[in-house]
């Protein structure tokens, strides 16, 4: 099942603008992450923020957790073409699971 | 070490064969996990091995579904008596942990199965 619900699905964008995605989750997390994947491709892992951070920096990405709401965002500043993608957001537990719970992701699209 | 490496990338069948994909994982990482993602989807979760044991599996992997890591090493996933249904994309992920701290996944490719 998918814990995960990034909003919005779709998101355009013109080069250099900023790109705000939000996850929501249902329990309680370990660690979060955010992965990048290209159409067709494998995931890329972006960043992960653990239960007890609430804001992460990593080059042009900004991620905050907000674990009272159950949310996250993922900001890219001025974005670029490449930036194209989907992006997904993944929970883990400490339910004695090692598995990630993806959500159904956010299409970016960049426009150059 | 280049990453977590799948063959094939694509695979096409036709229903009612039997694939095999194969995933080779990072070298040092203990961890290995098997995911399917259907288009428009997230990844959802099949299987995990720490070192060659099969420590969790989803219900999602049917009897139809079998997954092994001999040695520790590269993993197998076997799909016998393929369904259209099946039709999907299938990521492996390792990583390296111990007890519920786990270091970060690296996904592979992924092996692209059209089931005809």
């Known amino acids: 099942s998918q814990q995960g619900e990034e909003d919005p699905q779709a998101l355009s964008i013109q080069e250099g603008e900023n790109a705000t995605m939000n996850c929501s989750y249902k329990?309680?997390?370990?660690?979060l992450q955010w992965y990048r994947q290209n159409s067709g491709r494998g995931l890329v892992h972006l960043i992960l923020?653990?239960?007890?951070?609430r804001e992460k920096h990593s080059g042009r990405l900004r991620v905050t957790l907000d674990t009272s709401k159950k949310s996250s965002s993922l900001l890219i500043t001025a974005s670029r073409a490449a930036d194209t993608a989907s992006y997904f957001c993944a929970t883990d537990s400490w339910a004695g699971s090692y598995q990630l719970t993806f959500g159904k992701g956010t299409k970016l699209s960049v426009i150059p | 070490d280049t990453g977590v490496s799948q063959n094939p990338r694509h695979k096409i069948t036709k229903r009612g064969q039997n694939v095999t994909f194969r995933c080779d994982p990072i070298?040092?990482?203990?961890?290995l996990y098997w995911y399917r993602q259907t288009l428009g989807q997230g990844p959802e979760f099949l299987t995990y091995f720490q070192n060659e044991a099969q420590l969790e599996k989803s219900r999602l992997l049917s009897d139809r579904f079998s997954a092994e890591r001999p040695k520790g090493s590269f993993s197998t996933l076997e799909i016998q008596r393929t369904e259209q249904g099946d039709s999907a994309m299938y990521l492996c992920?390792?990583?390296?942990?111990?007890?519920?701290?786990?270091?970060?996944?690296?996904f592979g490719s992924g092996t692209r199965l059209t089931v005809v």
């Open positions: 923020i653990r239960s007890n951070e």
């Open positions: 992920a390792s990583s390296s942990g111990q007890g519920v701290i786990n270091y970060g996944y690296t």
């Open positions: 329990t309680s997390i370990n660690n």
């Open positions: 070298s040092e990482h203990n961890r």
